[in-house]
């Protein structure tokens, strides 16, 4: 397939180039094996993660305003920057602002190399601010519908490897799976959500189809990131980013975010009781509430 092709053409150009390690390299971070904090991964200091985030920055910004962007959150402190590769909004139809569609013909497996130099010159700005791009490699939507309920895009064999794609390029740098979705999920969620703007008082899970289960493509994806990373001698994080435990409770990841809308998702695990169970996890507090503008 064509995704392989370009994966061996990265990595033979890896080697051309006496394996040079990317600009991003004294940056990575990792977390240890059955360990609850991250860590540099060449210095070993421990890190914290203060980050912002920026879904649609590769997509809709051109490179003064990234630049900007990028500047700015340096000198106000933070040291990661989540964004996502293939975007909730329109992230197959609409191209970015030089033309360039993350796919060529909306295929996972032929990535559109002049949308991924956009990427690749972004990521290494960041680095040379001292700053981290958390790569989500797609928005939940295109596996398992969203809260859109598109088309999804994405099985266990592409998913596979356009995480091989995603990880030799860009080795080191954290990786957010889930988009926003749980690994099971409703395909009629769009429905859901029109008849609760209608009548918020309603049961909302019995209005639900039935939920079906893209853990194996998750898991696939997650897996040709792991391994093509690990061949260039990273140990990369990989976090899921999963949505309201109202549909399904996240029990793998048990903590979201914290902009929760609804009053029955207060019983959230909370990140201390995470810290507190037997089995050990690093976990993160992916988004905090944002500001709500209520009234104009």
């Known amino acids: 397939m064509k995704i392989q092709a370009a994966v061996a053409g990265l990595l033979s150009l890896a080697g051309l180039a006496s394996a040079a390690d990317p600009s991003w390299h004294d940056l990575a971070i990792t977390a240890p094996r059955y360990g609850r904090y991250l860590t540099r991964t060449a210095s070993k200091d421990p890190f914290f993660w203060q980050a912002d985030t920026a879904w649609e920055l590769v997509h809709r910004l051109n490179k003064t305003s990234i630049d900007f962007y990028l500047k700015t959150r340096a000198e106000q402190g933070y040291n990661v920057v989540q964004t996502v590769l293939v975007s909730e909004l329109d992230g197959t139809t609409r191209a ?4 360039d569609l993350p796919f060529n013909n909306s295929d996972p497996t032929n990535p559109n190399e002049a949308y991924f130099e956009l990427v690749d010159w972004t990521v290494d700005l960041a680095a040379s601010y001292g700053l981290l791009i958390a790569l989500v490699p797609t928005w939940g939507m295109y596996v398992n519908g ?19 794609y995603i990880g030799n390029r860009y080795p080191g740098l954290p990786k957010i799976l889930g988009g926003d979705s749980n690994v099971q999920w409703s395909w009629n969620m769009s429905e859901v959500q ?33 391994e093509s990373e690990s061949s260039q001698g990273y140990e ?26 609804l009053q029955d998702e207060e019983d ?8 507190v169970r037997s089995l050990v996890r690093y976990v993160a507090k992916s988004e905090l509430n944002y500001i709500l503008l209520l009234s104009f």
Request: proline letters at 8%; charged letters at 15%; glycine letters at 8%.
């Open 96 to 99: 970015n602002f030089y033309g």
């Open 146 to 164: 969203g809260w859109h309920s598109t088309t999804p895009i994405f099985n266990e064999s592409n998913a596979y490897e356009w995480g091989q």
């Open 194 to 226: 029109a008849a609760y703007a209608e009548d918020p008082d309603q049961d909302l899970p019995s209005l639900l189809a039935p939920i079906e289960d893209t853990s194996s493509v998750w898991a696939s994806m997650r897996a040709g990131l792991k």
């Open 236 to 261: 990369s994080v990989v976090l899921y980013h999963p949505a309201g435990g109202w549909i399904v409770k996240p029990e793998v990841t048990p903590l979201a975010y914290g902009h929760n809308m």
């Open 268 to 275: 959230r695990v909370s990140i201390d009781a995470v810290h």
